[in-house]
């Protein structure tokens, strides 16, 4: 019996973290940079999603081909410009969700009111309290808003 080896089947991670303090006055730059390394990183690895940005928290979910999908996690894991990292769903899936980004950012702005309302999540935003499952609800809900600064484009 030979082994099945599963590390090209399509894989979806969802993590939630927070910005250490001394790069929260620079969070927007921050977010900037790691987009601009994120997006042809990941179109390099096959790997697409959505990042939620905002007042120092991330929450991000992460699709692609299992094995490139874990190392990418790693190489954030070893981040230092984040902390309290927590997996909040991972496992393998159908489809992608994201597919349409090699990764689009997001933030809370007051169009993601209505959307953390509809969702129960009214209050102080806290990503560490999202199922994996709300957490992929609040980006497909957040990813087609209009939003127009720059941090905010799909890339």
């Known amino acids: 019996m030979s082994k099945i080896d599963h590390g090209e089947d399509l894989f979806r991670l969802v993590y939630a973290s927070r ?3 001394p790069e929260l006055p620079r969070f927007h730059a921050l977010v900037e ?7 042809p990183n990941n179109a390099r690895n096959n790997i697409t999603g959505l990042l939620i940005a905002d007042l120092g928290w991330f929450v991000q979910v992460l699709e692609g081909p299992r094995r490139k999908v874990s190392r990418t996690f790693g190489d954030i ?3 230092l410009r984040h902390v309290q990292i927590e997996t909040l769903a991972a496992g393998p899936v159908e ?10 950012a997001r933030t809370l702005g ?38 127009t600064e720059p941090l905010r484009k799909a890339g």
């Not at 489809?95 to 689009?104: A, D, I, K, N, Y």
């Open 19 to 21: 910005a250490v303090l």
């Open 33 to 39: 940079d790691v987009l601009r390394v994120a997006r």
């Open 77 to 79: 894991g070893r981040d």
């Open 95 to 104: 489809t992608r969700l994201f597919g349409e980004w090699s990764m689009c």
């Open 110 to 147: 007051p169009q993601a009111a209505a959307v953390m309302g509809a969702l129960e999540m009214d209050g102080d935003f806290d990503p560490f309290a999202l199922s994996g499952d709300k957490a992929v609800q609040l980006m497909l809900a957040l990813a087609p808003l209009d939003q």
